[in-house]
Every structure is written in structure tokens, then in C-alpha cells.
């Protein structure tokens, strides 16, 4: 019997999926012993309504609180895990996570076993290496363990129901060195990747902005979009509204066709529910080909000629 | 405006990933090393920064495989200290190495300390983050832009979607940046072996207590790689083919 503490997140008033996968998992590690929900927020008692796989909410009710807030988060959630004395807290590998698990950590002197793909009483796998290694980890509560987006599965941590709700006092947020403004919406890009049957995504293996056009042309060929991965933003070859993954979009097309793309779990967060997937990638081991339904390793430049000639 | 820039090298994920002899770690023998990437984009921030605000840029690093080449390489691109930081072995142990870095840290004359957001080979957590508690900073990870004024920085943090969340943060602070405002700098290799000869690289050992991740490792082990994928063989004609075969099927 153990108490499970999961730190829940939101994003404009929205409950994020994360929340109800670690939530189905908090269950099952509690092994009949108590679930709590920490939920941080303002005038947002009503979002227990949502959480009711939980045996308990812990509402921490304030202005400092109204929206994500590195710090504010951080020492309110701080309170909470030393009056609450859980033996297992559960965050997200997420932007907020990132925030918070490292320093619950530091000043707790608790043990973070963080990228969990795995989770069971006593032990934790973690994902390394961008995929391409796992590392088991033998854990003694109180530990605090930081899950990778979609490890689990949301169903589990929803079920009707409203659970206790306790109100706990914030710390003295008064002095925050952190101070948030404004949340920004992205623009609306030209076209909605997450709307298309078929995407044609492409990664840093394609080298070059050069070669962009090529593939604009296969995905017009294919009746579907052009999509890519992080670094193809971060050079500027393409737009943002074109970013697939944890901080690009969630996408989950009939047919998703991914070109020089190594598979990190930051990617895959985003498409591995695609219906079809094909990888092509020179390097039989990248981690895209444990998620694709088909894989080739060949060299896209002298595949995409010939899909071309197909179509 | 006096930023220290954290630098880390991890191996290059191109190349095959082994486990050693102890079944816990990775075999180093073949392995090549370089500069994680998003530390070339603080790096680049810093440099926007400094190149804006006047100042310096130090670069840090834990000693380990090829440190020197990626901190000549820092100099290369306009970074005005080098410091290598001795006496640690943090392997897989971010707690350690970022107390080692604060011990280092604490006592340098600096607004802002800007890390990658993060590096491949972490098991216990984000570094800008512990490194920040350890020092008793505020923290903002997942960085995309930084624009500071006075001892006040606005900052860009990134969430899923593409939404952004800005705050303000009063200096000194951590922020572990995603993406630099422009695409890191490249310098040619002769201005890296040019650094080699002019800058130095200051060496400072470690003061760490018995801090540590106190993760207990039990094996390292390659992940069942295309479990999921059923390869296709053949020409490359057959395999187009069979690729317009499958998509055709679907749609
Ligand atoms: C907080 C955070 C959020 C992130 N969010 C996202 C996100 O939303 N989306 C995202 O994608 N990433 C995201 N990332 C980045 C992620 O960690 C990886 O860095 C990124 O996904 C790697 O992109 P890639 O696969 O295109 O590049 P690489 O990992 O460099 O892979 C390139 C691949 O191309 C292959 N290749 C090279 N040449 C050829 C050829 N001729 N033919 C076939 N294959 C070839 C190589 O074998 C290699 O596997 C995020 C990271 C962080 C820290
Ligand atoms: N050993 C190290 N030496 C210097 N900087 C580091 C070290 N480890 C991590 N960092 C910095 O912290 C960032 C995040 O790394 P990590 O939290 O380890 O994923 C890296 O991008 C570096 O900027």
C-alpha cells in the first residue's frame, strides 16, 4: 500500500492528457493505497470533476497560480509533498515537468528517476540516448519519477466520479523572481497538418533546404501535406505549424511517411498513433523503426525518385 | 551582461551504441563525441546577447571525452573564458554534476547562465534546473527566446502545441534554451585549431559533498529495435513500388 502523489497539468484551463496517464499508473503503484491529485490553479475546483480516478484532490487556490509558473509551481508543489508525505510522486517529462521534477528533487533530497518509459514498484525504465538505450533503475520510496508523454495510457486514469477535494494553503508566493505575462497562441500556418490523411514528414537527414521542394512535391502528389521535425523549424526551412511532436503537433494521419527522422521520443510523442507509418532511414537501429509499420534503409535520395516515377 | 554558458559533450547518436563489460554503461571505446546540440544554441544566445548588450561569454564544462575540442571550438565562435572543471565523474548523475558546477559557479561575477535544455545521457533530471536550486536562482526551462533588459530577462518558454508562455525573470537565473533566435553559428576548423594555440583553457577542480542522484543502475540494454517494423527488401524499384502498394491501400 503506498501514496501516490501525481502532480496534474494544465495548459489554458485544460487538464492535459499526461495528468490521467500518470493517474492510471499512480493506481496501479498505489496497490489499494491512496492516489492523490495536486492541482495547482485559480477558480479551478471545478477540473476535480475530471479526476475521478483519484482518490483525493489537493487544491492549491491562487492568483501566483492562475498559469504555469516555474517557480510558483515549484514551491507550492514543494508544501504539498512535505505536508502530504507521499511515497511515489508522478510529473511529466514535459515543459512543466522539466521545471519542477529537478528542483523537487534538490530540495526534497528525494531520488528522480526521469524519461520513464516504464514503471513498477521498485524498479523504472528510462529512455536514453534519444531511444537508442534504456537504463533500469532499482527505486526505494520516496522516490519522484518524471514519465515520458504517452508511456501509459490515458484510459486508465479516467472514470467518473468526483473525488474528495482538500484546499491547502499556497506558500508565500509574494516575492516570485518569476513572474508570467502572456500565453501565445501559434499562428495559423497555411495548412492544419493534424487534418491531412497522408504526411509526408522529413528530418534532419534530408541535409539540406534544398531539398524541401522535392518533398512538398511528393506530399502534393500523395493528396496530403508536408510535415517535419524539430531541428527543419529550428533552421528555418520550415514553418512551425509544420512541427510534429512534444512541442510541435500532435498528428495522426492515415498514412505517415517519415524521411531521415531518427525517432527521438520527442517526435514519436507526436505521431506514433498514426494508422501507417514508413520510416526510410539509412541506420537500421534508429528508434523510428520500433515505432513505423514498415521500414526501409535505403537512401531517400535514391527512393523519392522512384516513388515520384510511381504516382 | 556576463553570461556563463554550461556545455556538455554527449555521444554522437549516428554512430551504433554499445554496452560495456559491465552491462551498466555505454562502451566508450568506439564512441564519438560531440557537442550537445542544444548547448551550441545557448551558446549562440549568448553570443546574440553579449554581441547586443556588450559584456562576456564563459563557457564551463565537467572534464571529460574531447571537452578541450568543444570549448576551443566555444572560443572559435567568440567565447571569452574557457574553464574546464576537474575532479568528477558524473556519469548519468546530474546531481553531482550540477553540484559540481555550482561549486564553480558561485563564485564567478555573472546575470545569466544559460544551459541546453537538455542532453541525451540524463537519467535524474534536468541540470539547469538542479544546477539553479543548488545556487539558489530562479529557473525557466524550455527556453526560445531571451530578450533582457536591466536585471530583468523576457523569456519564452515552449509548451506542447506550439504555445508559448512569457515571463519575466529577475537576474540572475537559469534558463535552458531550446532554440537560439538564429541557427548556431559554424566556425571552419581553422579557426578552431587557431583557438587552440591563442585562448586557455582555465582548469578548476570540483568541491562536491556526497551528493548524489542515489539511483541505483541495473543494466543498460539496447531497446528491441525495429520491433515493431517489417522491413522492406528488394530494388529500390521494388521497394517503391511496394511503398505506393501500401499508401494506396490506406487512402
Ligand atoms: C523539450 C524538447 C522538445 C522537443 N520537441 C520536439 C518536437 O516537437 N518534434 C521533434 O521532432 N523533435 C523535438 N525535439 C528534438 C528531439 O529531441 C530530436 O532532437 C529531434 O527529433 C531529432 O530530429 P531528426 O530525427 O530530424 O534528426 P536526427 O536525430 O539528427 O536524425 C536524422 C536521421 O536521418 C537519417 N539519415 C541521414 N541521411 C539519410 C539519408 N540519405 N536517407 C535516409 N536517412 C538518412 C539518419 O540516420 C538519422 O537517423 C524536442 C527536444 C526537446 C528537448
Ligand atoms: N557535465 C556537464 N557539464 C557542463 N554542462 C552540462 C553538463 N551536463 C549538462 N550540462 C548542461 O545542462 C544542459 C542540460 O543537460 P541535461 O539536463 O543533462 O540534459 C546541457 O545542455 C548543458 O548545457
Not at chain 1, 271 to 298: C, Q, R, W
Not at chain 2, 43 to 51: C, D, R
Not at chain 2, 63 to 70: E, T
Not at chain 2, 156 to 166: A, D, N, R, T
Request: hydrophobic residues 45%; glycine residues 8%; proline residues 4%.
Amino acid at each position: 500500500m503506498k501514496k501516490v502523489l501525481v502532480i496534474a497539468e494544465h495548459l489554458n484551463g485544460q487538464i492535459q492528457d499526461i495528468t490521467y496517464e500518470l493517474l492510471g499508473k499512480a493506481k496501479e503503484l498505489a496497490q489499494g493505497g491512496e492516489v492523490a491529485v495536486l492541482l495547482m490553479g485559480k477558480d479551478m475546483q471545478d477540473a476535480a470533476n475530471s479526476l475521478g480516478a483519484a482518490d483525493k484532490v489537493l487544491y492549491v487556490d491562487s492568483d501566483a497560480l492562475a498559469q504555469f509558473n516555474p517557480q510558483t509551481y515549484f514551491l507550492t508543489a514543494a508544501k504539498a509533498i512535505e505536508e502530504y508525505q507521499p511515497d511515489i510522486v508522478l510529473v511529466g517529462t514535459t515543459s512543466q515537468g522539466m521545471d519542477l521534477a529537478g528542483a523537487l528533487s534538490a530540495r526534497l533530497k528525494m531520488p528522480l528517476v526521469a524519461y520513464v518509459s516504464a514503471l513498477e514498484d521498485g524498479k523504472a525504465v528510462s529512455q536514453l540516448y534519444g531511444g537508442k538505450m534504456n537504463v533500469e533503475v532499482g527505486l526505494t520510496t520516496p522516490y519522484i519519477a518524471a514519465v515520458l508523454a504517452g508511456a501509459f495510457p490515458a484510459d486508465k486514469g479516467k472514470a467518473d466520479g468526483t473525488p474528495e477535494v482538500v484546499e491547502m494553503a499556497a506558500p508565500d508566493l509574494s516575492g516570485a523572481k518569476v513572474r508570467f505575462k502572456q500565453l501565445i497562441e501559434p499562428e495559423a500556418g497555411d495548412v492544419d497538418i493534424t487534418a491531412q490523411d497522408v504526411l509526408v514528414s522529413v528530418g534532419r537527414g534530408i541535409q539540406s533546404e534544398d531539398n524541401i521542394p522535392m518533398f512538398e512535391e511528393l506530399a502534393q502528389k500523395l493528396g496530403g501535406a508536408l510535415a517535419c521535425s524539430r531541428p527543419i523549424v529550428d533552421n528555418k526551412w520550415l514553418p512551425k505549424s509544420r512541427q510534429v511532436g512534444k512541442s510541435g503537433l500532435k498528428v495522426k494521419p492515415k498514412v505517415y511517411l517519415a524521411f531521415g527522422i531518427s525517432g527521438a521520443p520527442e517526435h514519436i510523442e507526436g505521431m506514433k498513433d498514426s494508422e501507417l507509418i514508413i520510416a526510410v532511414n539509412t541506420d537500421a537501429k534508429a528508434p523510428i523503426f520500433d515505432y513505423a509499420h514498415y521500414g526501409v534503409t535505403e537512401d531517400m535520395f535514391d527512393l523519392v525518385p522512384k516513388l515520384m516515377e510511381k504516382l | 551582461m556576463n553570461i556563463i554558458v554550461p556545455i556538455k559533450q554527449v555521444p554522437d547518436l549516428v554512430e551504433e551504441l554499445e554496452v560495456d563489460s559491465s552491462g551498466k554503461a555505454l562502451d566508450k571505446e568506439w564512441l564519438k563525441f560531440r557537442i550537445n546540440e542544444f548547448d551550441d544554441h545557448a551558446l549562440e544566445e549568448a553570443l546574440l546577447l553579449k554581441e547586443d548588450l556588450g559584456g562576456t561569454v564563459t563557457v564551463i564544462a565537467l572534464d571529460g571525452d574531447d571537452v578541450d575540442k568543444a570549448l576551443y571550438t566555444a572560443a572559435a565562435k567568440g567565447a571569452d573564458k574557457l574553464i574546464k572543471v576537474t575532479g568528477v565523474d558524473a556519469e548519468l548523475d546530474n546531481h553531482k554534476a550540477a553540484m559540481a558546477l555550482a561549486s564553480v559557479i558561485k563564485d564567478m561575477d555573472y546575470d545569466l547562465i544559460l544551459t541546453g535544455v537538455q542532453a541525451v545521457d540524463d537519467l535524474d533530471g534536468q541540470l539547469p534546473v538542479l544546477l539553479a536550486e543548488y545556487l539558489g536562482l530562479p529557473h525557466i526551462e524550455v527556453v526560445t527566446g531571451v530578450k533582457v533588459d536591466g536585471n530583468v530577462a523576457t523569456v519564452q518558454k515552449e509548451f506542447s502545441g506550439g504555445i508559448v508562455g512569457e515571463y519575466e525573470v529577475d537576474l540572475p537565473a537559469v534558463l535552458g534554451i531550446q532554440a537560439a533566435r538564429e541557427t548556431p553559428r559554424y566556425v571552419p576548423v581553422a579557426k578552431v585549431r587557431r583557438a587552440m594555440r591563442s585562448a586557455e583553457i582555465e582548469e578548476v577542480s570540483a568541491n562536491v559533498g556526497d551528493v548524489s542522484s542515489a539511483l541505483a543502475v541495473e543494466r543498460m540494454f539496447k531497446p528491441e529495435t525495429g520491433g515493431g517494423a517489417e522491413f522492406l527488401t528488394g530494388s529500390v524499384d521494388e521497394i517503391a513500388a511496394k511503398i505506393v502498394e501500401l499508401i494506396k491501400s490506406k487512402i
